[in-house]
């Protein structure tokens, strides 16, 4: 069964750090690229940064570009989201996504396996 599951969210304070975490199973993830998404309380699910097959091209929101990095070891079949400097517009449920392709483009609307998400709520 093709399964992606999110973890490591959590509640923190503005300012701190948290690493999410997508694991894969029942598929090899080098022939999906993988892409992070988030959705707010009342907003649209948007694409907040996207990894190549190999990991060698990645892609960044504006909202995030300097503060999240995300990373991808194939061989654990895991895709990592380093979350830095955090702000309480961050908060939101995170989700990654995986779409059989080679490339490194991360449509919304275009992916094939979703996760279930993981809460990331920034308050003091």
């Known amino acids: 069964q093709l399964q992606l599951v999110e973890s490591g969210g959590g509640l923190v304070q503005p300012g701190g750090s948290l690493r999410l975490s997508c694991a894969a199973s029942?598929?090899?993830?080098?022939?999906?690229?993988i892409g992070w998404f988030r959705q707010a309380p009342g907003k649209e699910r948007e694409g907040v940064s996207c990894?190549?097959?190999?990991?060698?091209?990645?892609n960044y929101a504006d909202s995030v570009k300097g503060r999240f990095t995300i990373s991808r070891d194939n061989a654990k079949n895991t895709v990592y989201l380093q979350m830095n400097s955090l702000k309480p517009e961050d908060t939101a449920v995170y989700y990654c996504?995986?779409?059989?392709?080679?490339?490194?483009?991360?449509?919304?609307?275009?992916?094939?396996?979703w996760g279930k998400g993981t809460l990331v709520t920034v308050s003091s």
């Open positions: 996504a995986a779409r059989r392709y080679w490339g490194s483009k991360c449509p919304r609307d275009g992916m094939d396996y």
């Open positions: 029942g598929f090899t993830l080098y022939y999906y690229v």
């Open positions: 990894i190549s097959n190999s990991g060698g091209s990645t």
